[in-house]
């Protein structure tokens, strides 16, 4: 595979991110009655954890290669949605040590897919001989 393309999908998933972040961002100032920017991360957070596992499993599997659009979004996704969550909602919900823990295995998932994406590879579990 071209090694532009792997380049070419974390900034396409890093410009949907930054266009989901600013459309939620600019629903409050509308007077809207929307989720607002809190809602939409940590909504996305609770979506982006379960999505995950999924998707490592899935690639253990060799169903899904460590160059394709998903895996390489929910990869930064993790790492996106895992920060803001440990950074920018401290002042939003009371945190405790469960809670950094949470953010904390979101962040390292998102590392791990991004290193299996782009430096090194992960063996899986398929019969195939590497």
Do not use: H
Not at 22 to 44: K, R
């Amino acid at each position: 595979m071209n090694t532009y393309a792997k380049w070419w999908k974390l900034a396409w998933s890093a410009a949907i991110l930054a266009a989901l972040t600013i459309y939620f961002t600019q629903i409050p100032n509308q007077g809207s009655e929307g989720v607002g920017l809190f809602g939409f991360l940590f909504l996305s957070w609770v979506t982006c954890l379960p999505a995950s596992v999924l998707v490592v499993v899935i690639r253990l599997f060799g169903i899904i290669g460590r160059t394709s659009f998903v895996y390489v979004f929910v990869g930064l996704s993790c790492f996106y949605f895992g920060n803001c969550g440990l950074f920018l909602g401290i002042g939003e919900v009371n945190r405790d040590a469960l809670w950094i823990c949470l953010y904390g295995i979101t962040i390292i998932i998102g590392i791990i897919l991004l290193v299996d994406s782009f430096v090194i590879e992960i063996r899986r579990f398929s019969s195939q001989k590497n």
